[in-house]
């Protein structure tokens, strides 16, 4: 019962690390340049989530004030990742224009063969 | 509970595929479940930007990216125990921590006794606004969405001028907007 009550107070965060380590790996493993960014992508929700999970309180509402409620959840991790989540899509755009770029200067997305054309210049 | 096992079975559909366009469609998908998660956390107004920015305009992005290079991912050269070991390590070392970490939903912690009750308590008086995150982005904290906007202001030129001088595809679609 006490290792049941553990699992459920603690389950989110290991959801949490799992997306934020599997977004690691693909940034570290693979060597397409459009995967790295999904990669990044992940890695960046998943801080999301651990910014707002801690903000829930049980038996909470949204933070909208209201005359027939009490008790609501957090509402600063919400204005904090509300300015992530715009920030965040605006890198990836940019990663992403750059990875246009790459490919009509190198004629691949991959990172091995634009290592191996750098080397034959 | 559910939806954050959801999250998990995708990402490890994103990690295994090698077909981009699909890591781009799971991407969707994933983006709409983590909205779902938003609602259950209590947060409507992240929910709602994830869903239309998460799932809407970084999808359309990345699939006018795959439209102009390739959509197939090739095979890894490299073996991956390395990044798998290290993802491993980090990842034990943070479940190591989290057994520090208050419980789930608990209202005492000092995440939520410190300065947010504050915000909660005066918001209507200083702001007339009823929705806190509002007057907490737009009145309380006003400034530092004004620096956001410069950062996607920033963004949205730096794209432009990667754009700008590009040679011409041939029959190509007009030139993707990828500012926003």
Known sequence: ?121 | MVLLTLLAAVTLGIVRLRNLFAVVILGGIYSFLMASVMIVLDAVDVAMTEASVGAGVSTVLMLATLYLTKSQESEPTHTPLLPLFVAVATGAVLVIGTFALPPFGAADTPANTHVAPYYLENSIRDTLVPNVVTSVLASYRGFDTLGEVTVIFTAGIAVLMLLKGRRQVKPGPKRPRIRR
Do not use: C
């Open chain 1, 1 to 121: 019962m006490n290792l049941l009550q553990e699992i459920i107070a603690h389950y989110n965060h290991w959801i949490i690390i799992f997306l934020m380590v599997s977004g690691l790996y693909i940034v570290v493993a693979h060597g397409n340049m459009i995967k790295k960014l999904v990669g990044l992508s992940l890695f960046q929700t998943s801080v999301y989530l651990l910014y707002l999970s801690p903000g829930k309180i049980l038996g909470g509402t949204p933070p909208i004030l209201s005359d027939q409620f009490t008790v609501y959840s957090n509402p600063l991790p919400h204005v904090l990742i509300l300015t992530a989540i715009v920030v965040g899509v605006a890198t990836i755009a940019l990663g992403l224009a750059l990875v246009v770029r790459i490919n009509e200067a190198f004629g691949t997305i991959e990172e091995d063969e634009i290592f191996a054309e750098d080397e034959d210049e």
